[in-house]
């Protein structure tokens, strides 16, 4: 009987290359499927939001652009009364420069504080928020500019209440010391814009003061503490606690 199965060695040397080769190409395009998702995660905390857990990623197309995501779990401290309050939102982030990137994005709310200024069911669609970040990041600089409008999605405001709408924003700029240390200027602001019986915007808060950060020189874990003062009448001080770790 014939051996249906007889390999000559060339044969079997031809077929461990073919599959020394897919094994490669499969290895390429996960290091490549790796390095175009970029995925974080951060705990923040401040004297006005309480403790708020974020996460953003984002999946590269090409070096230019990228399809983006985030979240913020609003709902961890002080928006844990406003119908626990949670944001998610879409978008894309283009490379402008070295070093500089711009990504508007928009956010969807559930919970009640837009909706209903608390006095209403957490729902979804509570607000919707188009929103803008830049960042910065050079040997020596970094800096971040975000701008936010958080608008009522829907009206369930009982009788005598009110729909609220706040613009929120900050910006910050800091001089690379070292690949672990950096220093510099935060300023944030939040007002209330307004809403279906306010009259006029106040300012909620309006914070200046000095950051210091650290990271870990490759890349992961870094911690930023910022504080300083509050410019609000009635206000004193302000303190922002953030650690995260990028993947």
């Known amino acids: 009987m014939k051996n249906l199965f007889n390999f000559k060695p060339n044969g079997v040397k031809s077929i461990l290359i073919l599959a020394l080769g897919l094994i490669l190409i499969a290895n390429h395009a996960s290091a490549q499927e790796e390095k175009q998702f970029n995925f974080s995660v ?3 905390s ?4 309480g403790f708020y857990p974020t996460f953003q990623g984002s ?15 609003w709902g961890g401290g002080t928006g844990a009364a406003w119908g626990n309050w949670t944001e998610f939102g879409l978008g894309a982030n283009f490379q402008a420069g070295e070093g500089l990137s711009i990504n ?6 559930g919970g009640n504080l837009l909706s209903s200024g608390t006095r209403g069911p957490a729902i979804f669609g509570d607000g919707i928020v188009p929103n803008l970040t830049v960042n910065l990041l050079k040997e020596k600089v970094e800096g971040q500019l975000y701008f936010g409008y958080y608008a009522p999605l829907r009206d369930e405001a009982p009788a005598n209440g009110t729909t609220l709408s706040y613009v929120h924003y900050w910006l910050n700029l800091g001089y690379r010391a070292s690949n672990f240390f950096s220093f510099g200027a935060h300023y944030e602001h939040l ?7 306010v009259a006029t915007s ?3 808060y309006q914070w200046l003061g000095p950051y210091v ?6 890349g992961g874990p870094f911690a930023r503490f910022s504080f300083g003062t509050d410019l609000v009448e009635g206000n004193d001080s302000f303190f ?3 650690t995260g770790f990028s993947f």
């Open 213 to 218: 950060q650290f990271s870990k020189p490759t």
């Open 59 to 73: 999946y590269g197309f090409s070096d230019k652009a990228a399809l983006t995501f985030y979240g913020i779990h």
């Open 46 to 49: 401040d004297q006005f939001f």
């Open 191 to 197: 007002i209330n814009s307004g809403g279906s019986n």
């Open 104 to 109: 508007p994005q928009i956010g969807f709310l």
């Open 240 to 242: 922002k606690l953030t």
């Open 42 to 44: 951060a705990l923040n």
């Open 202 to 204: 106040t300012d909620v």
